[in-house]
């Protein structure tokens, strides 16, 4: 994926499917972040995309590059939009109840 579907990607939380060497095709619930680095010592012109993806069970984040990643086209037909809001309702729970800890 290029940088502006990373974007769109993390901001829709859209699931992707990304290729792991070893592993094959696997699927994550959306994009949690993503990461730019200057290349190395002797590539330093270079930038490399690095994307965080977080599994479905929600307890782990997959990083690799960007051009492992792509849309979940079907996944995507078949989550409603209720999911991103029921996840956005979580982090507002969440913020209150961090906030009640700090008063």
């Known amino acids: ?20 060497k070893g592993a ?30 977080m599994d479905y069970n929600g307890h782990s984040i997959t990083y690799t590059a960007a051009k492992n990643v792509r849309k ?7 989550t409603a939009d209720a999911d991103t809001s029921t996840a956005h309702k979580k982090m507002i729970e969440r913020t209150m109840s961090f906030a009640d800890i700090i008063a």
């Open 24 to 53: 094959g095709d696997m699927r994550y619930k959306y994009v949690d972040s993503i990461i730019y680095k200057r290349g190395g010592f002797l590539d330093h012109y270079r930038v490399i995309l690095t994307v965080g993806l």
């Open 72 to 78: 979940d086209e079907e996944a995507q037909k078949n």
């Open 1 to 20: 994926m290029t940088g502006e579907e990373l974007k769109e990607a993390l901001y829709t939380r859209c699931p992707v499917i990304a290729h792991i």
